[in-house]
């Protein structure tokens, strides 16, 4: 089968299409045909450092999560399996590849009038925006500023505090990003590239109550001082390369709850059920901003990390 090998960390020329052993499934498995990939900013870094949530030895194939339909079944699993549409995660590893192998357990099936191409794109940006979201208990009226408001995860939180009646401050960097957030829902827009974008903020709502912060370094930082007594900090992302680094003490002296959710694997497949039924609904639909076929996962991976892309990147196999 066609895959995209990593063999040393780097840049992403390290990302190089060649062919790999068709996988079988064995007792407690499926095959997936993959039809397209999902594509997250951490597989990046792992690219570029091994930094990342799974701990994999090279050379490998990389990618976690994919969408498609399975197309075997082990030897004591139900055939009438084969044939169903499916979105899963990987295990941390094997998705740059026409097909994977995953726990028969793992895939999630993709609702009626829901196309392939936005469940995979809510299969991991979904749940997560609708856990930060529970997480945060947001109210009408609160105000909410979302950074990276024009990236996967980002672009669906705007939509989600825009639907439980807080104001939204989207924050994008450059102006293209920014045209977006109204689009969504944002009522107000910022572009944080620019200058004293903080007092812009402080200019249209004052202070916020809550803020999902998906850049982390100064901008996180800058963000947690907008924070009104009372407010909530939720961590999503690190775009900047860093974590903002919040001092919990500190956040307290101030009345600020800093939240870091850690579901069960069982409440991640309840999120991942419920962005799905929600985006089949038409209560959620995810931006794809950029599509790249499995050979250019390479082009793919600049792209993200030259800060270009907007919403969803995804892989499409077929």
Not at 98 to 104: G, H, I, L, M, P
Not at 248 to 259: H, M, Q
């Amino acid at each position: 089968m066609r895959a995209v090998w990593l063999r040393e960390f780097g840049g992403p020329d390290q990302l190089v299409p060649g062919p790999a052993p068709d996988p079988v499934p064995g007792p407690g498995q499926v095959l997936v045909d993959v039809t397209h990939v999902n594509i997250t900013f951490v597989e990046t870094q792992f690219r570029a450092t091994g930094f990342g949530p799974s701990q994999v030895a090279l050379p490998v194939i990389p990618g976690n999560g994919v969408g498609g339909v399975i197309g075997a079944v082990g030897p004591d699993v139900d055939p009438a399996l084969v044939g169903r549409r499916v979105v899963t995660s990987t295990g941390g590893s094997g998705a740059y590849a026409e097909q994977v192998v995953v726990d028969a357990a793992a895939p999630v099936p993709v609702p009626d009038g829901l196309s392939l191409d936005q469940a995979v794109a809510v299969l991991a940006d979904g749940r997560t925006a609708l856990m930060l979201t529970d997480a945060a208990t947001l109210r009408p009226g609160d105000r909410v500023l979302i950074e990276a408001a024009a990236g996967g995860v980002g672009s669906l939180l705007v939509q989600l505090a825009a639907r439980a009646g807080s104001q939204v401050i989207g924050l994008a960097g450059g102006t293209r990003k920014v045209a977006l957030l109204g689009e969504l829902g944002a009522q107000v827009a910022v572009d944080y590239l620019a200058p004293d974008w903080t007092g812009r903020v402080r200019a249209a709502v004052g202070a916020v109550d809550v803020v999902f912060d998906g850049v982390g370094g100064t901008v996180g930082r800058s963000a947690f001082e907008l924070l009104a007594p009372g407010g909530r900090m939720l961590s999503f992302g690190l775009s900047s390369g860093e974590w903002a680094g919040i001092d919990e003490e500190i956040a307290a002296g101030r009345g600020v709850t800093v939240i870091r959710p850690t579901p069960t694997p069982q409440q991640l497949r309840a999120y991942t059920e419920r962005a799905l039924a929600e985006a089949a609904a038409g209560q959620l639909r995810a931006v794809i901003g950029q599509r790249f076929p499995l050979e250019r996962a390479a082009d793919a991976h600049a792209a993200i990390s030259s800060r270009a892309t907007v919403g969803k990147t995804l892989l499409d196999l077929r």
